[in-house]
């Protein structure tokens, strides 16, 4: 085996200016062998290629719209009743057509955020009442019976007091958003229409008066449409004995809107 040399060795003789220096024969072997390496080795530059940018209407067209959702979804977030007025004036200058996009994002903030429900209403009358209702259509024709609790609920009884907090705060938040809906409904919609809306509630509240977690629900959207209701549907319903205590008060409590 070669005896090795040092990297400091090599840099000192490999960079000595005088020309007539006396290399180590074994020194001379391993900088010639080395040069010869470096002669040989071929590097090949890639070649440049100019960066391109690929520019399509189909592109610039989505990014636009990304851009203006993520706007509109910004002023949405930060909608108070206190700065109402300086929202509605930034929201009249961002949005554009098409204006489903915006529609539809101003309904779903409204059915997560109930208690704001005046304010959006007064976002959402930007638009024209008709390109309003085209998308509540779009959304009830999805699920015509969205008041009806889902199984998940009905099964894990939510109104007791063993149900896991967590599941009913899903509740919660599921029957708010409903009864946003319905509250949407009643203020776009002809009364025909949701009357029969209302005729259906009560109807399913009939048959199916012995599930609280089916009938409570269904109650809370007859208050909001109780100018529908007349005074026999309200003692139709006070008729019935397999209501709990509470379903009873809800009644009683709808009655005394008439």
Same mark, same amino acid.
């Given at each position: 085996m070669?005896?090795?040399?040092?990297l400091?060795?090599?840099?000192?003789?490999?960079?000595?200016?005088?020309?007539?220096?006396? =290399?180590? &024969?074994?020194?001379?072997?391993?900088?010639? @062998? !080395?040069? *010869?390496i470096? /002669?040989k %080795?071929?590097?090949?530059?890639?070649v440049?290629?100019?960066?391109?940018?690929?520019?399509s209407a189909?592109?610039c067209r989505?990014?636009?719209?990304?851009?203006?959702?993520?706007?509109?979804?910004?002023?949405?977030?930060?909608?108070?009743?206190?700065? =109402?007025e &300086?929202?509605?004036?930034k929201?009249?200058n @961002? !949005?554009? *057509?098409?204006y /489903?996009? %915006?529609?539809?994002?101003?309904?779903?903030?409204?059915r997560?955020?109930?208690?704001?429900?005046?304010?959006?209403l007064?976002?959402?009358?930007?638009?024209?009442?008709?390109?309003?209702?085209?998308?509540?259509?779009?959304?009830?024709?999805?699920?015509?019976?969205y008041?009806?609790?889902?199984?998940e609920f009905?099964?894990?009884n939510?109104y007791?007091?063993?149900?896991?907090?967590?599941?009913?705060q899903?509740?919660?938040?599921?029957?708010?958003?409903?009864?946003?809906?319905?509250?949407?409904?009643?203020?776009?919609?002809?009364?025909?229409?949701?009357?029969?809306?209302?005729?259906?509630?009560?109807?399913f509240?009939?048959?199916?008066?012995?599930?609280?977690?089916?009938?409570?629900?269904?109650?809370?959207?007859?208050?909001?449409?109780?100018?529908?209701?007349?005074?026999?549907?309200?003692?139709?319903?006070?008729?019935?004995?397999?209501?709990?205590?509470?379903t009873?008060?809800?009644?009683?409590?709808l009655?005394n809107?008439?």
């Amino acid at each position: 085996m070669s005896e090795s040399i040092s990297l400091t060795t090599f840099k000192e003789t490999y960079l000595e200016i005088n020309e007539n220096f006396d =290399i180590d &024969t074994r020194i001379l072997d391993k900088i010639n @062998s !080395i040069k *010869e390496i470096i /002669d040989k %080795d071929v590097y090949v530059k890639p070649v440049h290629k100019p960066f391109v940018k690929h520019v399509s209407a189909f592109n610039c067209r989505f990014r636009e719209e990304d851009t203006k959702k993520k706007t509109v979804t910004s002023f949405l977030n930060k909608l108070t009743t206190s700065n =109402i007025e &300086t929202i509605l004036a930034k929201l009249k200058n @961002s !949005i554009s *057509e098409p204006y /489903d996009t %915006d529609i539809n994002n101003v309904i779903a903030f409204m059915r997560l955020d109930i208690k704001n429900i005046k304010n959006y209403l007064r976002v959402l009358n930007i638009f024209h009442n008709q390109l309003v209702i085209e998308q509540l259509d779009i959304i009830f024709y999805n699920n015509t019976q969205y008041w009806i609790t889902p199984e998940e609920f009905v099964t894990n009884n939510v109104y007791k007091t063993e149900c896991p907090e967590d599941l009913y705060q899903k509740f919660n938040k599921w029957k708010d958003s409903q009864l946003v809906l319905t509250e949407l409904l009643l203020f776009y919609k002809d009364i025909e229409f949701v009357s029969k809306i209302t005729n259906n509630i009560l109807e399913f509240i009939i048959v199916n008066c012995n599930v609280r977690e089916l009938i409570d629900p269904a109650l809370e959207h007859l208050h909001i449409l109780h100018q529908l209701l007349t005074t026999n549907n309200i003692d139709k319903l006070l008729t019935i004995d397999t209501f709990s205590s509470s379903t009873k008060f809800k009644i009683e409590t709808l009655k005394n809107k008439k």
